[in-house]
């Protein structure tokens, strides 16, 4: 069974910071893509940030560039999302997804994690 598990979630007040966590199990995730997503209530999944598998290669949307880094050890098959300066816009659920080549759109993602639940607070 694959398994990709989110941690690192909560609540924090704005202008503040998580790390988000995804660890896999199951098989190896070191050849995939791997990235992270977000829902907040009442809207679509969309694209956050995403990492080519040899780590060279970053990608993110246009709203967290500059204030999040994505970033993976492939010895661990663990991505991680290092989010600063959080906004009260930035709420909502963060899962992480792996694909076999970078996916900015949720139908490109094989593999989801179940959701980690992010609140900023203004």
């Known amino acids: 069974q694959v398994l990709l598990v989110e941690s690192g979630g909560g609540l924090v007040q704005a202008g503040g910071s998580l790390r988000l966590s995804c660890a896999a199990s199951?098989?190896?995730?070191?050849?995939?893509?791997r990235g992270w997503f977000r829902q907040a209530p009442g809207k679509e999944r969309e694209f956050v940030a995403a990492i080519s598998w040899r780590g060279s290669s970053t990608y993110y949307a246009d709203s967290v560039k500059g204030r999040f880094t994505i970033s993976r050890d492939n010895a661990k098959n663990t991505v991680y999302l290092q989010m600063n300066s959080l906004k009260p816009e930035d709420t909502a659920v963060y899962y992480c997804?792996?694909?076999?080549?970078?996916?900015?759109?949720?139908?490109?993602?094989?593999?989801w994690g179940q959701g980690t639940q992010v609140t900023v607070s203004s």
């Open positions: 199951g098989r190896t995730f070191s050849t995939y893509a």
């Open positions: 997804g792996a694909a076999p080549t970078i996916a900015t759109s949720s139908g490109g993602v094989s593999d």
